[in-house]
């Protein structure tokens, strides 16, 4: 959402007050630019397992990251079953709704060079995580191949050696 200047009401469910958002903030709310970012499946009861949905990164949402501060998503039941929907942080009870957003570094190659008879690819992003090395021998119109894959060390650096290179030329990616 655009607006994020809203606070947050301090009362409970049984002690609902006015201050900050309440159940009749949301239309002005939503008269500010709204982008939908993705819709995702939630099976309750939750009991503190967290649930990790990846959340696409629009040109919206890159601009309030860069920016600094707060960022506001609305999280709304998709389901015409729900009979009431009651969002607080301050619930109290060990099971309130929480998002956290964790940023991934960004996957670059770092360097590509040929020896011993390979092509070797370094790269860095996420620590400890598994990346798919794609390649084309075509960029104008690219028909991107998973040729292997390579997962990262604990500081974020990733290997990979493609042995059938030799008298090929072939263009590479990173994907995730």
């Given at each position: 959402?655009a ?5 947050q009401?301090t009362?409970?469910p ?7 958002v ?25 009991n503190?397992?967290p ?13 309030e ?8 998503f ?11 929907l009651?969002?607080?942080a ?5 099971n309130q ?6 940023a991934?570094?960004?996957l670059?190659i770092?360097?590509g060079?040929?020896t011993?008879?390979?092509f ?6 996420g ?14 119109s ?6 292997g ?11 990979f ?6 008298n ?9």
């Amino acid at each position: 959402m655009a607006d994020n200047d809203w606070q947050q009401g301090t009362g409970s469910p049984n002690l609902p007050t006015t201050d900050g958002v309440c159940y009749d903030s949301l239309p002005g709310l939503l008269a500010q630019p709204v982008e939908s970012l993705c819709t995702n499946t939630y099976a309750p009861p939750g009991n503190n397992i967290p649930v990790y949905w990846p959340l696409p990164l629009s040109s919206n949402i890159l601009a309030e990251i860069y920016q600094g501060g707060s960022a506001t998503f609305r999280l709304y039941a998709a389901d015409q079953q729900i009979g009431y929907l009651f969002n607080s942080a301050y619930y109290g009870r060990g099971n309130q709704p929480l998002i956290l957003v964790i940023a991934s570094p960004l996957l670059t190659i770092l360097s590509g060079f040929f020896t011993n008879g390979a092509f070797h690819l370094t790269g860095s992003g996420g620590d400890r995580s598994l990346y798919q090395i794609q390649a084309t021998t075509n960029l104008a119109s690219p028909q991107w191949q998973t040729i292997g894959t390579a997962t990262t060390d604990t500081n974020g650096f990733l290997q990979f050696s493609d042995p059938a290179t030799p008298n090929t030329r072939r263009f590479y990616r990173l994907s995730q």
